[in-house]
């Protein structure tokens, strides 16, 4: 919601105006979103007694039931549009579709779409509504880890243009957002391991505490889906409940005073300086998730290189990277993919690079007076030292796959659904397996490579923190218990 605020005075040769706009938007936690003991979501479409919803096929072949049932017991009649995006469909072409259907649904002008699923999804229907009549609102539930902690917190929506990410795009805020992590009970390990790294991103950069949760329980945080799955201890479900509270409350601290992007120095683009790179080029994609890890990685590198991070702290990055079964090199990483990231972020960031570094760890600073060769020097130094980390540094299902809508017909999109579903509802096969071969992970699921006490986490130092954070009572957040609103 906005309230622009303006005033014209008359100059020598013409006027001059000038305008303040006060942007607000909400977010509320909740459980089960869609559960009909929860209202919230069906008061603000009491209005107007119907809803267009835009979601991907993946969450409407999951949770249609739901959705259909929840509204029609407030009396509310839905249409869905349903959608496949990859990134590599995050395109002009879905973004018309979208555009159509508002059209033919005839969406009033202040009437809200409801937008369901992932960031790509959210990116490319935020985008339509801000184009359709210059600004249509819309309601954002993510429910994805990477969309939940990271893209739902922003106002960017965008759609790609050639091999550009983001390159057609708008800023444009939700009326509200519900953060509703129960969607990770039925979401694919390998999109657990994506959104994982978005919080090392952050934590590394910004919140020093929950890095230390990461890196106490990283594996087990994976394997239960951050305490969502059945049977996850009590401790588990508390770390996971602070790390994504505090994340998100962290990223929009940092994101609120700079919502459009006018101060180009931002904490939260460490890992997004070549990973575009990775996610465009490849015929088969990485996931945005292993593109940034490989990013930060050997930023990270660099840094140590400069002295601005420790060998320890270094170590400690990479090995976390490691155990979540994130990628830290891959080798399409080569010197002319670093000159050409290099060029077009630079582009981007107004001809500066503005690398941003954890310095120290929990903590960040940015880059600008780098060299062509100091960059390639230190990627020959990254890539030495990635060969001797398990998998030689390589990611665990690091490509885009069915999970990761846009790239398979919806009889292969369910079968990847379906996965995910039976280990929410009865059972599944342990991640790693793929047609029976095990890549990366032991039989179990578990990482391989890593020792038990690499995997437990045992080091006294980082485990007291950890524990002392968890000790902390609960507070609420602008004093609201469940959730956040964010004012500029």
């Known amino acids: 919601m906005s309230d622009l605020q303006a005033n014209v005075r008359e100059t020598k040769n013409g006027f001059h105006v000038e305008g303040y706009e006060k942007i607000e938007y909400d977010f509320t936690f909740v459980d089960g979103v869609f559960e009909i003991g929860n209202p919230n979501l069906a008061d603000l479409y009491r209005k107007w007694g119907r809803v267009l919803a835009v979601t991907d096929k993946n969450v409407y072949g999951m949770y249609s039931l739901r959705m259909e049932n929840y509204f029609n017991h407030y009396g509310l009649k839905l249409k869905v549009h349903q959608t496949s995006i990859g990134e590599k469909a995050k395109t002009i072409d879905t973004f018309l579709e979208i555009v159509d259907t508002m059209t033919d649904f005839g969406i009033i002008r202040k009437e809200p779409v409801l937008v369901v699923g992932g960031g790509l999804v959210t990116d490319v229907a935020g985008f339509a509504c801000s184009a359709y009549r210059r600004a249509t609102p819309f309601i954002r539930i993510p429910t994805t880890l990477v969309n939940l902690i990271d893209a739902s917190v922003s106002i960017k929506v965008a759609v790609n243009r050639g091999m550009y990410k983001n390159r057609l795009g708008a800023y444009h805020a939700p009326l509200h957002t519900f953060l509703d992590f129960s969607f990770l009970r039925t979401l694919p390990i390998a999109q657990v391991r994506n959104g994982f790294s978005e919080l090392i991103k952050l934590s590394s950069c910004a919140h020093l505490e929950v890095f230390d949760l990461l890196d106490k329980f990283c594996e087990q945080l994976i394997e239960t889906r951050f305490g969502r799955a059945d049977g996850s201890s009590t401790e588990i479900r508390r770390a996971a409940d602070i790390i994504n509270r505090e ?46 890890s490989i990013d930060m990685a050997y930023s990270a590198t660099l840094a140590r290189q400069r002295g601005l991070l420790s060998d320890k702290e270094h170590g400690r990055l990479l090995d976390l990277f490691s155990r979540a079964g994130l990628a830290i090199d891959h080798p399409q990483f080569d010197d002319k993919v670093m000159e050409s990231g290099t060029a077009a972020i630079m582009k981007t960031r107004d001809g500066l690079l503005r690398l941003a570094v954890p310095n120290p760890l929990g903590s960040c600073s940015f880059i600008n007076d780098v060299s062509s060769k100091e960059l390639k020097d230190a990627l020959m130094i990254h890539k030495e030292l990635a060969k001797t980390y398990p998998r030689q540094g390589a990611g665990i299902e690091s490509y885009v796959d069915s999970s990761d809508t846009g790239y398979t017909d919806l009889e292969a999109e369910n079968l990847g659904v379906e996965n995910a579903a039976r280990d929410a509802g009865v059972s599944r096969k342990p991640q790693g397996v793929v047609n029976g071969m095990v890549h990366g992970c032991d039989s179990a699921g578990r990482v391989k490579g890593h020792t038990t006490s690499n995997l437990l986490g045992v080091r006294a130092d980082i485990d007291d923190r950890a524990n002392q954070y968890l000790e902390m009572p609960d507070t609420s957040v602008n004093g609201a218990p469940n959730g956040i609103k964010a004012q500029a």
């Open 247 to 292: 994340s998100i409350y962290e990223m929009l601290k940092l994101e609120a005073p700079n919502l459009h992007e006018i101060r180009l120095d931002r904490v939260i683009a460490y890992g997004h300086t070549w990973s575009p790179m990775h996610e465009l080029i490849p015929e088969t994609p990485l996931r945005h998730g292993h593109a940034i």
